[in-house]
């Protein structure tokens, strides 16, 4: 449990990852291949992210709603992008109450087809639009190589699925959905991601255009962490999704989806940890602050009085809206306790002794730079809340600070391939598939996004030398 | 939409429920059969329900976390009364990523058996015991007759596994909960279900002991509405979960579960509904007030200031707390409206029209019996909260009242078969399997539960005579 031993990051990124995922408690291995258990330190983050997001869902005036996880196969093959994207990941019920079925089911891997044909029967008229319904579930995609968190058989998610009267106010939902995503990283989980536009071969199979927003990892690499797409009429013609205009005339809603993830967890783990472990985003964080009683063996009545402080303290903290948890376990030392919940990602841990409690004070040690501060034992409820407002801010100034440092941009293509081992590189495409992968081949970079806002994209492509395709420079990536 | 033509519940409860789960859009039928899909008005019931219940499991000092989904049908052999209650209901994963997998998979139709082999790992040591946990998710059982919300294929739950030191922790454990169940169905559900044991033919497969709430539908059968189990060491010696003890002994942990789901929608609407449609508690009531503006057609001016007033109306109630909605919805009468949101069991409806702006007022209805009262207009934020416990009380009195009416108890079988018809029998029990097999027979009715209140169950079995096997009388009742 503790921190000994946990590789540095700077060492082997992978390594500290998946010891880092079991030692903190997030996630433990499952008898069955390529799913994950998830533990309570870990879903409890998993809630905080997902109550966040859920109000910020309503408050654009979503609705959730649940469908079933079993999809006859058959919807797959409906919409030929889809299907050529998803059936080699199906995973496939034949067999139910002791008989083989007469249609094999696929557990979803997302929901466009069952949802598609559910609202061919919801939408009759341009009065039953928008629909903006939003589902929280699990879904199964049969992934080769399985990392927790990151890329798991299983996950959690919440898929979101409008339909609209027309083409400009779906794509404006698509937009307003990945500007909440980033408003979520930004506000939320610290990460200063960017929001982009995916070029064709990055797309949803499906969709016309595919928006993410785009997080920089510790290791210089790109994580994906959500993504919104615009479907045009395509879903809406493989299941006849039709409604009546003002004039009586019968066309094509146009759908959009978006969802995030289980691998935001992987997001927060990545775009912040350090050597020592977690460092969590108080407004994720399942627990803020850590009270920790430093006890004197030899005087039993004095280490009373010091739990007793360190009970009060914790109250008080929790009365101000704080999550706070006091470490009552014996027979451990402090400075194992310390390491463990720095481990733990707590961004504030209190050190309460007999002499602070003589002093009147408390020690506040945050924990990104593991600064240590007196504060008076009468203000700690009134300050620690401003605490974590700062503690935040700072976090998210350290990313912004790590992103820029490992942002570069290229005009040949030797350069480049260099920097492409330090980070992000903005260069100019051509926007062929052929050349995409041909960068890929040459630097395992792939196109993660054209960026809404950017360096202008005019000029010659950094590798081919043809005409720009975008209006933007593209970001080239190593990516999870 | 509107409830014209809904078969009254005397007639055909039967037609009446499944026609109202439709037409309050509740729920909708799927493509797949046996699953349903959720609407958001049922979903935001079930929303309601859900937080309600995991703020008083959290408060009693249990964690959430998640457990994968696909189990290896082999865990299911290793609990011989687990594999033969749930072997035949099993939905199985043969083909994954397009190849035939080398185990197959089972969709969980509960967890104990993935459960139980985590907890073998985490669990060394008296320190970690307890382990108080519990999920939210879905499952899946295999079931032929279905009906949406009391009995679908796939369905969403919550189930709670906890690991004790021993038997006697474990049982109180047991009891806590299915008395948080109770404490749930009384205080927000407004259904006044009896606590119970279940007999030995209705324990869950592999529990020693079995609790359940069980509550009275408007036609008199019983529900099922939640159950919690004590396993003894069952789930302990299959799974191997041992702890050392204080004295460094090697012991096998005792283990609970418990569970309610989707059913309690079911539940909702059978315990209080009535020929007009859905009666829904205030505390679960996705919408607790309506507010209906009524237009004068021929008057413009004067519709749009009662449409402000209603709006302003809303602002208030939400600012007090009150979920309210505002009915904007043009080309549809006022009376078609009142009939739609008594379909939907909204609790309160406020209607405002321009003669009761004039007079600076609003017309309150209430849902149950549709009685009117007149509210001062400047009154109406700080009225409504108070309207809203009384509308809880009055359900609760009328759910408790009609139960009363309909329970009955028992001496000889001649009686106990006529007061079938009509509710619950109390009567005294044998306890003998052959026993409660015959008397479904005769009467489709089975043990409920041996209240753990009620009146004493000394003397001779009301069917055959032998001596009584439980403290109590047994609840007998035709149930779903």
């Keep these: 449990m503790a921190s000994k031993g946990l590789t540095p990051m700077s060492e082997d990124f992978s390594a500290w990852y998946n010891e880092l995922v079991y030692r903190a408690d997030l996630a433990d291995l ?17 809630e905080n992210i997902q109550s966040t997001l859920d109000g910020m869902f309503k408050a654009s005036g979503h609705e959730n709603l649940y469908f079933p996880m079993l999809i006859p ?30 249609e094999p089911l696929a557990i979803r891997p997302t929901s466009e087809t069952i949802i598609g044909e559910l609202y061919s029967k919801w939408i009759q008229s341009y009065r039953d639009l928008p629909l903006l319904y939003n589902q929280w579930c699990n879904v199964m995609r049969w992934e080769l190589r399985t990392r927790p968190f990151l890329r798991t058989t299983e996950f959690l998610w919440q898929e979101g699925h409008t339909a609209h009267a027309g083409a400009e106010e779906a794509l404006e939902e698509a937009f307003r959905m990945v500007n909440i995503y980033a408003e979520f990283a930004r506000d939320h989980a610290a990460i200063p991601v960017v929001v982009g536009e995916k070029t064709e071969g990055e797309r949803f199979a499906g969709a016309l255009r595919t928006f993410a927003i785009e997080g920089l990892m510790r290791d210089a690499r790109a994580l994906q962490c959500g993504t919104s797409h615009y479907m045009g009429e395509n879903f809406a013609r493989a299941f006849d999704i039709t409604f009546s205009d003002e004039n009586n005339e019968l066309r094509y809603v146009h759908t959009t989806s978006w969802g995030v993830s289980t691998r935001l967890i992987g997001a927060v783990i990545m775009a912040h940890g350090d050597d020592q472990g977690l460092i969590l985003p108080p407004r994720l964080a399942p627990i803020q602050v850590v009270v920790v009683p430093i006890f004197r063996g030899d005087e039993p009545e004095v280490s009373g009085q010091v739990l007793d402080e360190a009970q009060r303290v914790a109250q008080e903290l ?7 948890k ?9 400075g194992w306790k310390f390491n463990d919940w720095e481990q733990k990602g707590v ?39 401003g605490h974590l407002e700062e503690f935040h801010r700072a976090l998210h100034a350290r990313a912004e600070e790590f992103r820029d440092a490992h942002t570069f941009s290229a005009d040949d293509y ?14 100019v495409h051509c926007g062929r598939p052929e050349c ?11 196109p993660r996004c054209i960026p809404l806002d950017g360096p202008a994209g005019e000029g010659s492509c950094v590798r081919c030398g043809e005409p720009s395709a975008y209006p933007r420079r593209v970001i080239f990536s190593r990516a999870y």
Excluded: N
């Design 318 to 324: 929790s009365a101000a809206g704080v999550r706070v």
């Design 436 to 446: 995409e992968q041909k960068i890929q081949q040459d630097t395992k970079a792939t």
């Design 30 to 46: 499952s008898p069955v291949r390529g799913s994950m258990v998830i533990r309570p330190y870990g879903y409890a983050l998993w």
């Design 326 to 334: 006091v470490d009552t376990r014996e027979g451990l030392s402090p």
């Design 347 to 385: 961004p504030l841990r209190i050190e309460l002794g007999p002499r602070d409690l003589e002093a009147g004070q408390v020690v506040l040690v945050e924990r990104i730079e593991r600064q240590k501060a007196q504060l008076d034992r009468s203000g700690v409820a009134a300050a620690v809340p």
């Design 414 to 427: 030797e350069s480049f391939r260099q920097r492409m081992e330090q980070g992000w590189v903005y260069a």
């Design 73 to 102: 196969v058959s919807y797959f093959e409906r919409e030929k992008q889809h299907v050529e994207g998803f059936s080699p990941e199906l995973a496939v019920v034949t067999h139910a109450g002791g008989k083989e079925l007469e």
